[in-house]
């Protein structure tokens, strides 16, 4: 069985199997979707909205809690979408602005362009580099902490496990 899902603000409707969780449907448009964590809930790279049918979705797990609390740009509608899979109809799903920064190698060729989106923390979604800004070697520097916290991060949650 499939269910119809819409994605905002691209006004694209789609067919999702049923259980199968929203990355994989992001993923199968070719959405640009970083997924840092592999889908295991532990970045906020694959974070969006839910503006509508947030009771079709399977419940929050204790992980993606976890990771919620840590995303300063998380709301009461986010979930993480490689840990939401679709049960019901109905759902409405609105992907943040901007993408997500991968690797320090991405941006160090970007440095002295303007930044064409803006470039959120993979963590905690902040905008690390707003739209038309220049981006700079301070921003590498500030990416290096990043990923020391990126990895810090996830070995204690896989310690806590
Ligand atoms: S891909 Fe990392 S939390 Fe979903």
Known sequence: MAKVIR???IAEEMEVKTN????????????????????????????VYIKDGMESLSPVNRRE??????????QKTSRLACQAHVLGEGIVIELP??????AIE????????????????PIT???VVETGKLIT??????LKETQFQVGEYMSRTTDAK
């Open 20 to 47: 199968s969780n929203i990355l994989s449907a992001l993923l199968s448009k070719e959405l640009h979707v970083l997924k840092e964590c592999g889908g295991r809930g532990m970045c906020a790279t694959c974070h």
């Open 7 to 9: 994605l905002e603000p």
């Open 65 to 74: 809690q976890r990771t919620l609390e840590v995303i300063t740009t998380a």
């Open 125 to 127: 979604g902040d905008v």
């Open 137 to 142: 070697r301070s921003i590498i520097n500030q």
């Open 106 to 121: 991405d941006v160090e060729s970007l440095i002295g362009r303007r930044a064409e989106q803006e470039l959120l923390h």
């Open 97 to 102: 602005s901007g993408m997500y920064i991968n």
